[in-house]
């Protein structure tokens, strides 16, 4: 029990919530160079993958450079690493905007424009530009470790839950607007946004979606950390439903359904609760939204196959 404990680690709303405003805000700045590339269902584009120090752009290809950006949480600095050279980003006692100015100076160093905007979004509150955000920051290490540790373990299980899906599932990865871990499941069902939706709001809805994630802030009105689920539309028949986990539950002022971080590590196999969590999630967009149940393919574990003698593998297609 406290092995398992110790892996998924306590997290305290109060003493993450300083780094994850700050963290929130900087991967943003890399996070709109996602805005110019190919759009897919839902932004799937945009999502920076967990990474084993941080958390990482896609790779960018714009004229005449190839880069990527990393946020390197466990290190204190971001790496631009292009086809010729690298620049590195400190963090430590920096404001957004000085950050932001660091950034575009090692960028135009590396053949790379700035970002083609700088608005803050999906921050109630936050300043209208990186320019405009001068509050001194203090980077804590120990909370950027715990912020990294929670996003790998989260991810692990999300990936574990996406596997089987055969309909278009874009990489599991933080959306970095609303800083939301997310896991995302579509299919070809026209839908409506509403219309009063910010236009980020009314391009993922194009489609039906069943969304599962993890949030430092799972609830605007008060402090929560763990899992949500959603499904686009929403449809009616979710209250008093099993979500697969104890202490998952529903949220209809939220219209989510949320599992508690808390909830979660003590289940014994938070890995494998997070896809019990999804499945149920999932069956539930079944049973009351009309999604084929044939989306979902067998879970296999792939025969090991690295383990597996070539042999044995020629007996087995044999």
């Known amino acids: 029990m406290s092995e398992r404990l110790d892996a998924w680690p306590e997290l305290d709303h109060a003493e993450l919530a300083p780094m994850v405003d700050y963290v929130n805000r900087i991967v943003q700045v890399a996070g709109k160079y996602t805005l110019d590339d190919p759009f897919e269902a839902g932004w799937g584009n945009i999502v920076l993958d967990v990474t084993p120090r941080g958390l990482g752009t896609p790779t960018f290809r714009h004229q005449d450079v190839t880069f990527t950006v990393h946020y390197r949480l466990l290190d204190g600095d971001v790496v631009i690493e292009t086809d010729r050279d690298e620049r590195r980003v400190p963090l430590p006692g920096e404001s957004v905007a000085s950050f932001y100015r660091a950034f575009c100076e090692a960028a135009a160093e590396l053949g790379i424009h700035r970002p083609r905007t700088s608005l803050i979004c999906e921050i109630p509150g936050a300043p209208a530009t ?5 509050a001194e920051r203090t980077w804590d290490p120990h909370a950027a470790r715990l912020m990294w540790r929670a996003e790998n373990l989260a991810a692990g299980g999300l990936e574990s839950w996406q596997a089987p899906f055969l309909g278009h599932r874009p990489r599991v990865g933080v959306m970095w607007g609303g800083f939301d871990l997310s896991a995302t499941r579509h299919r070809a069902q026209p839908t409506t946004p509403p219309r009063n939706a910010p236009t980020f709001m009314q391009n993922a809805q194009l489609n039906a979606y069943v969304s599962v994630g993890f949030s430092f802030k799972n609830l605007p009105d008060r402090p929560s950390i763990g899992m949500y ?9 979710l209250e008093g439903r099993s979500w697969g986990v104890e202490g998952a539950t529903w949220n209809a002022d939220a219209g989510l359904v949320l599992l ?5 590590r003590e289940t ?7 896809v019990a969590f999804g499945d149920a999630v999932y069956q539930a967009a079944v049973e009351t939204a009309g999604w084929p149940a044939d989306l979902v393919g067998p879970r296999v574990d792939g025969w090991y196959a690295s383990r597996t003698p070539a042999s044995t593998l020629q007996q087995l297609r044999g």
Not at 260 to 264: G, K, R, S, V
Not at 268 to 274: L, S
Request: net charge negative; no cysteine.
């Open 130 to 134: 990186f320019e405009d955000d001068r």
């Open 229 to 237: 689920a959603y499904i686009w539309p929403q449809p009616d028949g």
């Open 260 to 264: 508690p971080w808390e909830a979660l």
């Open 268 to 274: 014994k196999d938070p890995h494998q609760a997070i």
